[in-house]
């Protein structure tokens, strides 16, 4: 019998191509946004809000991972921004690997931005670096108080929080201080912004933040 | 369900070590689990039994090991469990929490043949 001490991190590949993506952003400049939510909860709609007030003001392109479909992609290229779709064929969420691929096929001159909206799910798209330099994860109030508690390591990853469906606050049980309140706990760093998707109010903020995060990555390139 | 994507990963580092140390048949796994990884044991071992057709994993115990969540206060340095996802210093109610434990994803050891 032999006994082999190995140590090894399970998720260590994924970094190495996490770590070779993230080295190639930066050569461009490209600041990366990793996308994340349940599904449901308005990822797509909070995108195409985002595409349309950054218009005219950054170069912006688009990852649709999904797990069979191209419908989200379809969405997004009809705001005639570039977009590449990665089917994951039944896994739960984007990986490094997966990423590679993708960059090939965009033209990355002159790109500000990069979003990367990855699969609906709390769960596993936590645990995969993509290379990106942010995380959103976007929560709808209909979604329900409990969620940042019964998912906290999403919550742990991201940078920001978008409470999205603002507006149908009055038709749920959503009680949206002890939400942040509960956001916080798990990570006091985060920038939590207010919107509606839906009636494309409360976008201001969290435009804000993006163009400076895409500021400071253009600077340190 | 990422438990599937996460066994393939422990199960190519295990096919890649058993190669570089003539090892034909694996016996035991010890993989180390950080509860924050959300990754279910049960789940974990089921995923596992995809891959027990293999010659190399046939007899193949595979043995988790969890790790609870811990965080030490940047503020007073107090370390201690994280208890219902509450990253807030018992001590002293810091919000500044540094995670030490509970990330944990590893292939400690393996044994074979």
Redesign the interface.
Known sequence: ??????????????EEVARENRTFFQKHGIFVLNLMSSPGSGKTSTLERTIEHLAGSLKLGVIEGDIYTTRDAERIEAYGVPVVQINTAG???L?ARMIRPALEDFDFGGLDLLIIENVGNL??P???DLGEDARAVVLSVAEGNDK??K???IF?QAQVVLINKIDLLPYTDCDLSLLEKDI?????DLEIFRISARENTGFSPWLSWLKEQVKIKKQKA | MHELSLMENVVATLRASAAENRIKKITRIQLVVGKLTMAVPEALQFAFEVFKEEDLFKSAVLEIKEEPVRGECKECQHAFEIKDYEFLCPSCSSPQVKLVGGRELYIDFYEGD
């Open positions: 019998m032999v006994k082999v001490r190995l140590a090894a991190p399970v998720l260590q590949q994924n896994a739960c969420h990986d769960v596993c936590a645990e995969f940042p508690l998912y906290p390591l742990r916080r706990a798990i990570n006091p």
